[in-house]
């Protein structure tokens, strides 16, 4: 079994900064990517940034510029580095785990990803 532990999530400013941290545990697994997704209340689960096992990284248009996807394989962890956040941050960031290789943008869907963390709560106020 595969275990995704998220931590960092919090209450900030607007145009403050945060740090989540994904700790990967569990069997040996190697990751074909690693993701990012949020959830606003009363809205869907949408894709935030991933790093696939090659280190190509994809961002969704309104974090780009301001959060940075990032892993370091001897911890088993991804981070997501995240300035000049906003109040449209807002929402439960939950990190996700691909088994299976994919082209193109495919890492940009939910359905990529075979493990997902519980999530973290990120609140930014105005």
């Known amino acids: 079994q595969v275990q995704l532990v998220e931590s960092g999530g919090g209450l900030v400013q607007a145009v403050g900064s945060l740090r989540l941290s994904c700790v990967v545990s569990?069997?040996?697994?190697?990751?074909?990517?690693m993701g990012w997704f949020r959830q606003a209340p009363g809205k869907g689960r949408e894709f935030v940034a991933a790093?696939?096992?090659?280190?190509?990284?994809l961002y969704e248009d309104s974090v780009k510029g301001r959060f940075t996807i990032s892993r370091d394989n001897a911890k088993n962890t991804v981070y997501l580095q995240m300035n000049t956040l906003k109040p449209d941050d807002t929402g439960v960031y939950y990190c996700?785990?691909?088994?299976?290789?994919?082209?193109?943008?495919?890492?940009?869907?939910?359905?990529?990803?075979?493990?997902w963390g519980q999530g973290t709560q990120v609140t930014v106020s105005s």
């Open positions: 569990g069997r040996t697994f190697s990751a074909a990517a």
């Open positions: 790093i696939r096992w090659s280190g190509g990284i």
């Open positions: 996700a785990a691909a088994a299976k290789y994919y082209s193109g943008s495919f890492y940009e869907t939910a359905s990529a990803y075979d493990y």
